[in-house]
């Protein structure tokens, strides 16, 4: 007898309802009988249903392969409880019942129903047959067990899938076993599908289109001695809805089958892809597996399948199918079986010369980042150029790449802070048009609240996270803070990653296209990338240490004075005499007596701290640097003489109130500074720090801890 192949998708909706009904039309007849007939009502109905549970689940699991459903079999058992409680009052005294009950639907249901559920019980319960409502006591009894379980069950629940990371609905694609990815859509193929990389740059892209080269061949060599009329090779796909797909098919001309989808509950594939075994059938049984063409399923007279494994793994899986008269007389299994070695062959060459141009493109892709960053380097120490920061010109070269590979309309570069609390954009870089782009750095103390995103989530977790379709189907948290977010933006891949130096953060690709998605294979890519951005931060963090030796002072890590007269030259060297500027020269007074009565460490206490004065109250367009032994310099952008005065006057009040304590004594010190401005004071780099000098000298005569400004001879 053969029965009807239901389509896939009424077949999994009958499947997953059909204990659940049976289950509430059982409780429902159980109520209907009278009460002389309730325990042989329930036993009878208890029988059928489980007869029927043992034929449709377990009778045909050794021909079909099906694994049971936990839902529907939780349904059942459900009900029995509820059955057992009604009928034996020892059972309904014990509180076993919602005991179990209650923890069980929080585990295995969503919020929603499980709450709908456990309302439908709790009123069974308080409303047996036995007991009838057995009273205040007994219903609120049944009632706070019902509120303790559900709530006990849904916290054990939320720490689990946080524990585990399934709460966000996806596993990190992390390195792939497999190098060789099977295609998110099937229907794209060819160099032009490598998200706007030039052609032939693309290695996966290159070396998928010579496996399905090289398969094709396998196919069709086969075709003939197997004695089949089509034959596919099948893989799985990570689309959901679409669980395994024909990625080859031979004879080339039956194009209709090439990326046909198969539902996985297909047997012969399944025995395939996870028995790992043949299947053979010819006959009527070979018309009960044909596959939907047109109207309706193909009834072909043979059917075979064998599994491709490739150390050990399944990698798909090659079906034959015959619809000629008489039986297969071909030796098609073994012939199948030949082939399937062959295409394993290939995969595991092709994953071979993949693994080695990877290799290859990483220390290229590290050799162009190292020449980026020597540049840099060039640059930051160049006599008479302004210093650059060597880490900016590595993520500004990272940004770029990935935005090209992945053709994303924007790339942010995250770093987050110890707590992973609050995260800042240290670089964008945003697509202007076909070609066109614009990198930029972000404000550094623009730090932005991460709480409630999958931002937050994913520095936290340390697992990558690929949103497509979001303007179509909005996500329940934010992605990015709303400082960082855009409304048109339509698909987000977010990687974490920790770099050199204690660096933390996440990489954000966003794009507009509403038909583009990021896959597990632009996450690869970006973990490529990542590395080589991680050693790049590493080498440049060895350069700004190699700078900041060579340009700052070891003890009060203010510039020294060489560094402090060439960038002063330089900012000389731009000004005109319409904007005024400043220069302040400070000497604090009395330092010889500080180090004569205390030591020198304690000289070096209060070097150290008045620097930490001046670092705190400049600007960020300011200079300050330390001018040699007790002598400091600043120099005031943009500032005129009352500004000038004004700072001069905050830094004298606040070193003279600060306290110092050496050997049991408190101690206090003071400062005399010196003013010259720009351009009535002069314009050169020389006569503006030799004015500023007479000036301080002026106040040191006229009994120190005060502020003179320079004035010249009538």
């Known amino acids: ?51 029927i549970l043992l034929f449709r689940d377990f009778g045909t699991s050794r021909r079909e392969h099906r694994i049971p459903d936990v839902l529907s079999h939780a349904a059942w058992g459900a009900a029995g409880l509820l059955e057992l409680h009604a009928l034996f009052p020892l059972v309904a005294s014990s509180r076993i019942v919602p005991a179990v009950l209650f923890p069980a639907f929080s585990f295995l249901l969503p919020a929603f129903p499980a709450g709908v559920s456990a309302l439908v019980s709790l009123a069974w319960l308080c409303w047996s047959p036995s007991l009838g409502f057995a009273g205040t006591g007994t219903s609120a009894s049944i009632a706070l067990m019902a509120a303790l379980g559900m709530a006990g069950g849904r916290v054990v629940k939320n720490r689990l899938t946080a524990q585990t990371g399934r709460q966000f609905a996806q596993e990190p694609p992390g390195l792939a076993r497999s190098l060789v990815v099977p295609r998110e859509n099937p229907g794209e193929s060819g160099p032009g599908n490598s998200h706007g990389g030039p052609e032939g740059y693309d290695i996966l892209t290159r070396r998928e289109d010579e496996l399905r080269e090289g398969i094709q061949r396998v196919l069709e060599g086969i075709l003939p001695i197997a004695g089949a009329d089509r034959i596919l090779y099948v893989i799985r796909s990570h689309q959901q809805g679409s669980p395994l797909v024909a990625r080859n098919v031979t004879p080339s001309g039956d194009d209709a089958w090439h990326c046909q989808e198969i539902p996985e509950t297909y047997v012969p594939l399944r025995e395939a892809l996870v028995f790992r075994r043949e299947f053979f059938a010819d006959w009527e049984e070979a018309a009960r597996w044909g596959l939907p063409r047109g109207g309706g399923p193909e009834k072909p007279s043979g059917i075979a399948s064998v599994p491709v494994l490739s150390d050990g793994i399944e990698e798909g899986a090659i079906l034959a199918f015959r619809f000629g008269e008489g039986r297969w007389v071909e030796p098609v299994v073994p012939v199948l079986q030949m082939g399937a070695f062959f295409i394993a062959r290939e995969i595991t060459e092709t994953r071979r010369r993949y693994r080695r141009e990877r290799v290859f493109e990483r220390q290229v892709g590290f050799n162009r980042l190292a020449g980026t960053i020597a540049e840099a380097a060039e640059k930051s120490t160049a006599e008479g150029v302004e210093s650059a920061s060597p880490r900016r010109m590595v993520y500004k070269t990272a940004a770029e790449q990935i935005r090209f590979q992945l053709h994303a309309d924007r790339v942010l570069l995250v770093e987050a802070d110890e707590r992973k609390m609050r995260g800042r954009v240290v670089w964008e870089t945003v697509r202007r048009g076909e070609d ?54 339509e698909a987000y891949l977010l990687s974490p990653f920790e770099g050199a130096g204690g660096f933390r953060g996440i990489l954000v690709c966003a794009s507009r296209d509403a038909e583009s998605s990021y896959h597990k294979r632009d996450t690869e890519m970006v973990l490529e990338i990542l590395t ?85 109250t400049v600007r960020k367009a300011d200079i300050a640097a330390r001018y040699g032994g007790e002598e400091f310099v ?76 320079y004035r010249r001879p009538a």
């Open 1 to 51: 007898m053969r029965f009807p192949i239901l389509p896939p998708a009424a077949e999994r909706t009958a499947r997953k309802y059909f204990l659940p009904v049976i289950a509430f039309l059982h409780l429902s007849s159980f109520h209907a009988l009278p009460l002389e007939n309730w325990t042989t009502g329930w036993v009878a109905s208890a029988f059928a249903v489980s007869g």
């Open 436 to 489: 066109e782009a614009s990198s930029e750095p972000h404000d550094e103390d623009a730090w932005v609240r991460l709480a409630g995103t999958y931002s937050e989530w994913v520095l936290k977790n340390n697992i990558h996270r690929i949103f497509s379709g979001v303007r179509t189907f909005p996500v329940k948290h934010p992605i990015l803070p709303p400082e960082w977010a855009r409304e048109d933006e």
């Open 532 to 616: 080589i951005m991680r050693m790049g931060i590493s080498h440049a963090l060895h350069i700004e240490t190699l700078e900041e030796q060579a340009t700052s002072d070891g003890l009060t890590k203010l510039l020294n004075q060489r560094t402090f007269l060439q960038r002063l030259s330089i900012v000389l060297e731009r000004l005109d005499s319409r904007h005024a500027c400043a220069v302040i020269m400070a000497d604090i007074d009395h330092f010889k007596r500080v180090n004569d009565t205390y030591g020198h460490p304690a000289g070096d206490e209060v070097l150290k701290n008045v620097a930490n004065i001046i670092r705190k």
């Open 634 to 709: 600043l120099y005031l952008d943009h500032a005129d003489e009352r500004e000038a005065i004004q700072v001069s006057e905050r830094l004298r009040l606040i070193i003279e109130q600060t306290r110092f304590e050496f050997g049991g004594r408190e101690v206090v010190v003071t400062a005399s500074l010196g003013i010259a401005c720009y351009p009535s004071d002069g314009k050169e780099i020389r006569e503006l720090l030799g004015h500023a000098d007479e000036a301080l000298y002026r106040s040191k005569q006229e009994g120190r801890n005060r502020t003179t400004v």
